[in-house]
């Protein structure tokens, strides 16, 4: 069964503090990993797409990285606007499936 | 602001209840991708259109069903409510039907009473 897991369920920092958020998946053919952000109240937001291992996409204090088993969400000194819900979604072959994660909810304090 | 419209952005009904949520994707995007998302199951995917055409289908419930007009604005319904499918409900749209980079409306809370 094609599976989606993140870790950690919630990650708090203080303003500066770089730190990673993991999202490791099991499917049977990748087609993309996607990465969303998600403000309280809001529908997710696009931040990246990732197709093959090795590849990287930068956005600001976010980095994405990914390998064969999992990615990774590097955050590069956050501040306290970076507060969100991160998703990770993989688009899986054989079928048009886009399957969330359970998401990472980072704090950033000030 | 995503482009994606869902109506209404919260609803109260009863048990037993039937309930239309509405949607109108980005214009020039053929795909329209319904979730619901609780606190306890994240982010789970519903159905697919694209086009008109039923396009995939994940853990959409019997009592559960959506279609996509010519216009390309999508319904989801669903029926015979119970207290679980209190939930937030979002639409997604993308350009084409393959599950590339989604975006998504701001949601419609359902509370089933």
């Known amino acids: 069964e094609d599976q989606v897991t993140q870790s950690p369920e919630a990650l708090r920092l203080q303003e500066g503090e770089s730190s990673s958020l993991n999202c490791s998946y099991t499917v049977s053919g990748l087609r993309g990993l996607f990465w969303y952000r998600q403000d309280p109240g809001k529908g997710p937001e696009f931040l990246f797409t990732?197709?093959?291992a090795g590849e990287e996409k930068e956005k600001e204090r976010l980095k994405a990285t990914l390998t064969k088993k999992e990615s990774f969400l590097h955050i590069t000194a956050p501040k306290p606007e970076d507060s969100a819900t991160y998703l990770c979604?993989?688009?899986?072959?054989?079928?048009?499936?886009?399957?969330f994660g359970a998401g990472t909810r980072l704090f950033v304090k000030a | 602001d995503s482009g994606v419209t869902q109506t209404p952005k919260h609803l109260i009904t009863a048990t037993g209840q039937r309930v239309t949520l509405r949607c109108s994707p980005r214009?020039?995007?053929?795909?329209v991708y319904w979730y619901q998302q609780s606190l306890d199951q994240g982010l789970q995917f519903l159905i697919q259109y694209y086009n008109g055409e039923e396009r995939a289908k994940g853990n959409i419930l019997e009592r559960f069903s959506a279609q996509q007009f010519p216009d390309l604005h999508s319904e989801l319904n669903l029926s015979s409510l119970e207290l679980g499918d209190s939930a937030l409900y979002f639409c997604?749209?993308?350009?084409?039907?393959?599950?590339?980079?989604?975006?998504f409306g701001s949601g419609t809370q359902l509370s089933v009473l």
């Open positions: 990732l197709y093959s």
């Open positions: 997604a749209s993308s350009v084409g039907g393959e599950g590339e980079k989604l975006f």
């Open positions: 979604a993989v688009r899986v072959s054989g079928g048009f499936k886009t399957i």
């Open positions: 214009s020039g995007d053929l795909s």
